[in-house]
């Protein structure tokens, strides 16, 4: 098995911590540039996605909340859905959204206009990362079983994720129980492991 992901990308990062809380080897993870139409990654995604992961027998699995579902049938101790199903579900789709925004202002910034995170559609994701940053602040994921569920890895990559591409944005606002939250899993290896980078 190997994943393809880069340094940077949210959800390679979400697919690389359910597989590493699952125990599986994530030495077989290749870096790649999904804007430089990389030959390996568009043989095994045509859409030049990360994550991409290719299974031993080579059937290649893409999205990485469809990687964390069949990991979840592949292996499913430990589970990455303990706690209250609702609640976790709907705090990880929370995170998810604000992933989204993040990720549509950064791809408008560099893609077509500089100052695309001003505009109309902009403002709208902005609004989406702050109000979806302060609910999850608000009433944050709580750690329940061996492996922290999916609502904290999406909360807790999200949370990464804002501070390496707007860490000096004057709209990011303090969250405190979200800090505390990062810091509970500030030590478990493959959360320090794919910390982003550029």
């Given at each position: 098995?190997?994943?393809?992901?880069?340094?940077?990308?949210?959800?390679?990062?979400?697919?690389?911590?359910?597989?590493?809380?699952?125990?599986?080897?994530?030495?077989?993870?290749?870096?790649?540039?999904?804007?430089?139409?990389?030959?390996?990654?568009?043989?095994?995604?045509?859409?030049?996605?990360v994550p991409t992961l290719v299974t031993d027998a080579g059937l290649p699995m893409t999205e990485s909340l469809l990687i964390l579902l069949w990991l979840e049938k592949k292996k499913p101790d430990p589970t990455l859905l303990d706690g209250p199903?609702?609640?976790?579900?709907s705090q990880a789709g929370r995170?998810?959204?604000?992933?989204?925004?993040?990720?549509?202002?950064?791809?408008?910034?560099?893609?077509?206009?500089?100052?695309?995170?001003?505009?109309?559609?902009?403002?709208?994701?902005?609004?989406?990362?702050?109000n979806g940053f302060r609910a999850l602040d608000a009433a944050p994921p709580v750690i329940t079983g061996a492996v922290p569920h999916i609502g904290v890895l999406a909360t807790i990559v999200a949370l990464d994720?804002?501070?390496?591409?707007?860490?000096?944005?004057?709209?990011?606002?303090?969250?405190?129980n979200l800090d505390a939250l990062r810091a509970q899993v500030a030590e478990r290896p493959v959360y320090k492991s794919t910390e982003p980078y550029l």
């Open positions: 098995m190997k994943i393809l992901v880069n340094t940077t990308s949210p959800y390679a990062r979400i697919a690389r911590i359910a597989l590493g809380e699952k125990g599986f080897d994530l030495s077989g993870s290749e870096i790649v540039n999904p804007w430089g139409d990389t030959p390996v990654l568009l043989e095994h995604n045509p859409a030049g996605r199903l609702d609640l976790v579900i995170a998810m959204g604000v992933i989204d925004a993040m990720i549509h202002i950064l791809i408008g910034v560099l893609q077509m206009d500089p100052n695309f995170g001003e505009t109309k559609v902009g403002l709208r994701r902005r609004r989406t990362i702050v994720y804002l501070r390496l591409r707007f860490k000096d944005a004057p709209w990011v606002e303090a969250m405190p």
